[in-house]
Nanobody
Framework: QMHLVESGGGLVQAGGSLRLSCAASWSTFTSYTMGWFRQAPGKEREIVAY???????YYADSVKGRFTISRDNPKNTVYLQMNSLKPEDTAIYYC????????????????WGQGTQVTVSS
């Protein structure tokens, strides 16, 4: 069974930074599109960013210029560097893996991590 484990969440003041990590447990990691999603209380889960096997990237408008997604294939790990954090970034952040490229929908991803809480105080 394939596993994704997120880490790096926490409490930070507005304007601060956090780096989330997602470690994957399988050797074919390099062939997957890796996405970061988030879900705030009472809201639907939404795409934050994704990175394809060829390192093409996508960012939601709300995080462009502040967040950066990257992957380290030898380490089977994907990262989300979050800078200039805002209170509205507060959510549970999920890592996901799928075989489709250019996928912004939750239904395009096959595997999910358990999530990590990010709280941004004002």
């Amino acid at each position: 069974q394939m596993h994704l484990v997120e880490s790096g969440g926490g409490l930070v003041q507005a304007g601060g930074s956090l780096r989330l990590s997602c470690a994957a447990s399988w050797s074919t990691f390099t062939s997957y599109t890796m996405g970061w999603f988030r879900q705030a209380p009472g809201k639907e889960r939404e795409i934050v960013a994704y990175i394809t096997w060829s390192t093409n990237t996508y960012y939601a408008d709300s995080v462009k210029g502040r967040f950066t997604i990257s992957r380290d294939n030898p380490k089977n790990t994907v990262y989300l560097q979050m800078n200039s954090l805002k209170p509205e970034d507060t959510a549970i952040y999920y890592c996901a893996a799928g075989v489709k490229n250019y996928a912004t929908s939750t239904t395009a991803y096959d595997y999910w991590g358990q999530g990590t809480q990010v709280t941004v105080s004002s």
